[in-house]
């Protein structure tokens, strides 16, 4: 194509992107309204359609650059609102920038990015203040690192949903605070159709991404409900395999970094996470039933998990590196040059959990490990959070940007088909899961039965027994009682570590103590399903033989719930252990008399696998207890209560089945990483072909 | 009871017994003839009838001192035969055991333990020379570590039953060398029918014993056929719970030995392994394909392996012992003390592969590496060298308990549906299996799909994909042509390593020198089973589109199999690449012409996880390869051969699936322990309640 041609088609395109926009501007303006009325007065979308008429009526049926220059005018000279000269600013430079362009791509990068340039020195915007700086940059960034206009349709896209998440700081929005989280910015709306229609314009099938960009800006799904989590939008299918594709992409240069790098990326997350705690800590108050100092504290929590693991990374020994120099006189067969490491596994899914919205979801312990083992990784957003996983995806991205990490280094999907089809898609190569037994088991049963089985790390149920021995009952049956009662009650035991039945010798002291002592008030429960699912369990148990209630303040049905003490002897437990000793999610827990020391073991035998075990007693150990709990258990606890799971190297979160599907794992701790290695062995290559780690130093 | 109440009970127990076994030898005097024809002149079951008989006639209703009075005299003076006197003199000490004895089990442990004496001191027997020693030590052993009557009958049964697989060396039998094997000895069958006997005097169940006992006597499913593997005889069900409950039992008292004692555990198995060399070598031969020389070769690689084992258990690191001190001032929150380290797993089922009848069946690298991380270990017998895995068992069990580890820790189990019923039985935590991808993904979804799924360690099929660059190519065709018919051919293609396709670029010299070269001849597989296997995918190769004979000396379709050498395009593979890429197992390999570099990637694309890779290249490597490959692989390889698989500390035999069932794991070299550990953490305890690894030095 020479330049006269190639002229030719880039004015066609103008016009046809023009035209594009106003029809799709008609189209959306009710939309556009009706966002702006929530954030702003509500005229932008009467403004955008008006300027369009406008232009239209001035160009007639000129050609591309001649209408562009109608455009550019009319906006700057007579639309009103904030946004109308900046739109006015941008149109100009793409005129402008079409007289020496030799692509579409080209014109629009250079365009584009001037116009960006010249709004945020008129605007003052930076990303993130939810404005159509959110829309525009990420389209600019994608031509000019990519040259590719579909991709920066995708991105405008994103970015203008992404402000959904947004508290605005600039602009008219940033007057009305948090009211408008939920619903997208209609400037960065405007400037995403932009980019829709001048893509629809030069043959691409853009309808995904409108469909997408639509569906997020109605009003439908949208919005913080009071009492229920919010529906998660399901991810379109184009959209989910646009984040597995980048997710692969992203997978060599990530892997590619240096160790020092790659933990940079980890601090800088961290840090971002900090910068951005006081709203990140409003959205998470908003949307669940916590308090904002657990937030903040668990939002360090976060970030300080962030930062152990890139002292992690930067220490290496997680690499295993085994090198073994070749030696002719090795037995049995002359042994060859051979070098071991380990390396990112592959695209990492992790599923996140509702009870601790920062701690184990989009930011927590799973991708903290998966991404310091070097892998890109893809979170499926729990319902019960969706606004904050939205922005702590978004600041996570920007900031793994921000250190040099590939983009798809990390994303967030919606949606439970969307985790199914995540789960199953070949391109991911491990998963982890935090939830349920019945949940985290279809998952499982799932990924075993790929073509290709990953590994899948689900941390499922646990009861969390505790066993007091007789000396130790009478030795502080006060003190046992007043923390067994706090650590149950934490969190209003909504944590997978809740102590949920304790066994004490027929006649008990700790017994008596606890009737004496008070249970803590009712405390909200995280969500609705969490409600439905305790209380089901509370019944079930209730109803089984010869239990009763021991302690209640208030009403343990009633929502919230009253924390509740039952009661059983080990006989019956042992008629039909299921019964008595599944995980009871929520503030209720099982105090068991044993009448015999024997019949303390089998109750301990009578478990499957769990996260935790206890025992409380004195010098004169029950040896034989604890080789009993030592096989059932991942970490066993003496004298101390087991929720509170410190983040060390030594931490131990995990349990034969059904603690979790994976005994040999933690997913708590820095031992966590190695969940998402796999060794590879290089033999007789040359120095220079080996990976850093495994060359001669 | 008092002593004139007991001394009643045991006589009438004597006088039943006496009854009991009379019966039982009237029942079986036709197989214990059989048995006799096959390793004496056959008189034994007469023998051993008539003496029975002359006993009761003299005895007549008299009580039971009086009737064992007899049946020694009678024994000592009157029966014929080796075996006559011998059964008079252990008749005669039980008699007299009688006198002083507080206890059933007292009795015969003292008076079967006097008679063993007698017996060895009289015929010069050792446990192993096939002989009526080898039930009555194991008997007699029985009683004496554990005072139960009942494991002294199973012992005895399993005594008789193993020596179906020893060459006598002692006794008649002696002289029919290895005729006898097959058939267990019938001086041992009539002592494991005394055991019975008194069993069954004295109210047990020992049916399922007796059963056991006459199923492997009675000449059905024994005997080692010309052509095709033996028949397993389906380990019935009674005796595969015995199994699994020992191996559970084994699980503490195992766990329980130190390092050291764990360490000289292997090493007493290792050096076993040796002393029996030239035995079991003789009995490998007959069973497969394979020559001494090279079954030889790995036998010292097992036992190579189980020494190396032994320096790792010493060596202590595979526990990776974390320990964090409490620390009030950790991050977020206060860090208790908390020690972690790694545990056995518990009891481990091993499958046994065709190929390896050493290295990778009985005592190969699972189990040893199950035996080091500290677990009881069940084999599945591969039906290809069933006599073998019998005696190498047997010779384990020896060996353990000489060494001071508990019965139970290793056992042999026989037949498909055995293997399933063990696999999906609760008591076994963890599997590891080496074949075909068809057998290995039924056993990993049946080992999955458990209540409490377990980890299944399975390595399948690769293809072992090998590339030549140009510059290589052009290096030194002849070199590389040699060397890669010797390694495609070596052990006729039956190794999982085996490189099955070499890819070369258009118009290759390595091609041109390999059609020069002369393949080896004909050599036979291991079995019926993987020559049809060999023949079906040979076929389905050949009939691929364009694939053409590149090179064939003989008959590739005859039994034994010629080598053969075929050839293929690029363009054709990329077409349907699991047509021409999945693995065949034989001595068949396929060349490859790629057209271009670009090919050559996509070609190295198409592949999916594979044990080993291989490049042959020259300084300026291709490290877009080498990316893809490290990818897929789990051994890469520059310019050398992927057969011979080195025992090291950096050696990773296992790939992405298909390659194996869990790509992060090994099972050849020392990092295969991990596959069966589980990691405990300790909270708050005292030092003196902590494992030894975890406490203070």
New interface residues.
Partial sequence: MDWRQLMTTLDAVLREGFDAYKRLVDDTEPILTALDERSGDGDFGANLKGGLESAADRAGASDGLRTWNALSEVFLDDVGGTSGPLFGLLFQEIREAAASADSLEALLRDGAGAGLAAVQRVGEAQPGDRTLVDALEPGVTALRDHEDLALAVAAAVDGAISTRDLIARRGRASYVGGRAVGFPDPGAVGIALLFVALGRASGLDIQPALDRLIRASDGSGSGIPEESPTTPEPTAESELNFVLDAATDA??PLAALSLEERAQVLETVADALETHSEELVQIAVEETHLTAGRLT?EL??TS?QLRLFAEVVRDGGFLDV???PADPS???????D???SN?P??PVLVFAASNFPFAFSVLGGDTASALAAGNPVVVKAHPGHLHLSRRVTSIAADAIRRAGGPDGTIALIEGHDNGVAALEDPRV?AAAFTGSIAGGRAL??IA??RP??I?FYGELGSNNPVFVTPDADADAPEQIATDFIASFTLGAGQFCTKPGTLFVPTGSAVAKALHQQQLPGAAPLLNDNIHAGFQKRLTELRNAPNVRTFRAEGDPEANPPAPILLHAHGKDVLNDPELYLDECFGPAALIVEYDSHEQMLELARAF??QLTATVFGL?D?P?DL??VL??R????????WPT?V???????HGG???AS????T?SVGT?AIFRF??????????Q??LPAELADK
């Fill in positions: 997978r060599h504290g360090g929590r300080f085994r090198i073994d090795w037995p049995v067969a002359a042994r060859p051979l070098r071991r390396r596994i592959g190569k499982f049963n075993q039965n290709e089985p590994p499957p696998g010098e150990a040896a604890l080789d030592a096989e258990a991942g970490r066993l606890l003496w004298r101390q509170g410190s983040v060390t190297a030594a931490q131990q034969p089945y059904p599907t994976t005994s040999q933690t031992a290695l796999r060794p590879v062995a290089w033999q007789g290559f040359p220079n072909l």
